[in-house]
């Protein structure tokens, strides 16, 4: 089976624009989960949809917000870019039971000047 | 106090060597416990999960969970230097939230 891929891998943006992330999981996935990774905050939790529903939220702010297809992929949104924003984002993907292996996604890098 | 608390490193043993690498939750209704390995530059790639008390094996690796002291562990013996890396612990509640904690960065001296 083919793993996560995460599009696009890297990206540049200014303070005040916006990010659209993309994630599509293994085949058969249902659940995709959205992380943030700084080496300041380890991996912080954003979200997880399961069956196109946001399952599980993280602590943070409305400028992040995500959805998922009906073919389980999933996209991120972030708005109103600020420099604290620069991370790696990182999916996940899991069949969708509670207590399921997750696999991640290479990540996407953003850096936002 | 974190909801999942790792081993402050950097941790660094000789090859050969046995690593203990430790990790503390907080949340007791937590069910999945899982340990990842992360190289330098690379996404999250799993190595172990444990969901029952007690001691589980799978080649160098032996994961350890207690629930009653709410501690979980991974003993890599026979350490490599393919083994330098950052190890990531991670709680699963019921609600299916997962939790990480900041990763203990092993290296293996040759």
């Known amino acids: 089976k083919a793993g996560v891929t995460q599009t696009p891998r890297y990206l540049i943006k200014t303070r005040g624009q916006q990010v659209t992330l993309s994630c599509s999981p293994i085949?058969?996935?249902?659940?995709v989960s959205w992380y943030q990774q700084t080496p300041g905050q380890g991996l912080q939790f954003l979200f997880e949809?399961?069956?196109?529903?946001?399952?599980n939220k993280g602590n943070f702010p409305g400028r992040f917000s995500g959805r998922q297809f009906s073919n389980s992929r999933s996209e991120m949104n972030v708005s109103t870019l600020e420099l604290g924003d620069s991370a790696l984002y990182l999916c996940?993907?899991?069949?969708?039971?509670?207590?399921?292996?997750?696999?991640f996604g290479p990540g996407t890098r953003l850096t936002v000047l | 106090q974190k909801e999942v608390e790792q081993n402050s490193g950097p941790l660094s043993v000789p090859e050969g060597a046995i690593a203990s690498l430790n990790c503390t939750y907080s949340?007791?209704?937590?069910?999945?416990f899982f340990w990842y390995r992360q190289y330098s530059g690379k996404s999250p790639e799993l190595i172990m999960s444990?969901?029952?008390?007690g001691d589980k094996e799978d080649g160098r690796f032996t994961a350890q969970l207690n629930k009653a002291s709410q501690y979980v562990s991974l003993l890599i013996r026979d350490s490599q230097p393919s083994d330098s890396a950052t190890y990531l612990c991670?709680?699963?509640?019921?609600?299916?939230?997962?939790?990480f904690g900041d990763g203990t960065t092993l290296t293996v001296k040759p």
């Open positions: 996940a993907s899991s069949p969708g039971l509670v207590g399921d292996t997750q696999y």
């Open positions: 085949s058969g996935h249902r659940s």
């Open positions: 444990i969901y029952s008390n």
């Open positions: 949340d007791r209704v937590s069910q999945s």
């Open positions: 991670a709680v699963n509640t019921n609600a299916g939230k997962s939790t």
């Open positions: 949809y399961f069956s196109e529903t946001q399952r």
